[in-house]
């Protein structure tokens, strides 16, 4: 079964705090917005979802292209924040690398506009953008950088501290992957973690044969289960 592989970069990190204003880092938004991205992405089928970071942890630059690059991801999504000396500057854009195929601009397209779409019309639509950023120049992938409202703003900050607005943000880009790559839901919803972290295991057969385990699986796919074969 082909998978599509879907890389998220969540910008900065541990000594690298990114844009910081009123009161919040970028560091810390765009870690959430990608962690409610990829929880909204285990929804779909044949998805599979790596991140550079989940944590409050530094990478360069390279090293975040050369883990997508080398994972063979299809598309690349790099989550930011903006900031500008102007404290009236707000909004969302988006950037590619300039010269970066149709396939790249049919990307950004779709992406920009579904991310607007679920925010809503009071935010500010600045454009879809060309930029010589390190994350587009240098993956081998489709690859969209999202600058997602100004933490230097004081009305844009306020949104961006509601947990419900990064939501927003965060399906904005899971409708625009879903639009641009056919994504379908799964038939099973994944399972839900206990506080612990813990979760309860249903297991439907145990069987000497591969052939035999493998042939149940086979069957709950087709029922739209997600199956675990795995010999102890």
């Not at 707000?90 to 579904?114: C, K």
């Amino acid at each position: 079964m082909n998978y599509l592989l879907i890389y998220l970069d969540a910008g900065h990190g541990g000594k690298d705090s990114g844009a910081s204003g009123n009161d919040i880092k970028e560091k810390d938004i765009v870690v959430d917005i990608c962690r409610r991205i990829e929880e909204g992405l285990n929804n779909y089928e044949n998805v599979e979802v790596l991140q550079t970071r989940t944590t409050d942890v530094f990478l360069s630059l390279d090293a975040r292209t050369k883990k997508a690059n080398n994972a063979g991801a299809d598309v690349l999504i790099s989550v930011h924040c903006n900031s500008a000396n102007a404290g009236t500057a707000r909004g969302f854009e988006s950037h590619t690398f300039p010269n970066s195929g149709a396939g790249t601009i049919a990307f950004q397209n779709v992406l920009h506009s579904e991310i607007l779409k679920e925010l809503g019309s009071n935010i500010e639509d600045r454009g879809k953008k060309q930029s010589n950023f390190h994350m587009l120049r240098e993956s081998k992938m489709k690859s969209v950088l999202t600058e997602n409202l100004f933490v230097s703003n004081s009305a844009d900050a306020k949104l961006l501290d509601q947990a419900d607005f990064r939501q927003k943000i965060a399906q904005g880009h899971i409708n625009g992957l879903e639009k641009f790559l056919g994504l379908k839901k799964s038939a099973q919803p994944p399972p839900v973690k206990t506080p612990s972290g813990k979760l309860w295991i249903v297991q439907v057969g145990a069987f000497e044969s591969q052939k035999n385990a493998e042939a149940l699986a086979d069957d709950l796919k087709k029922s739209g289960y997600r199956p675990l074969v795995k010999y102890e």
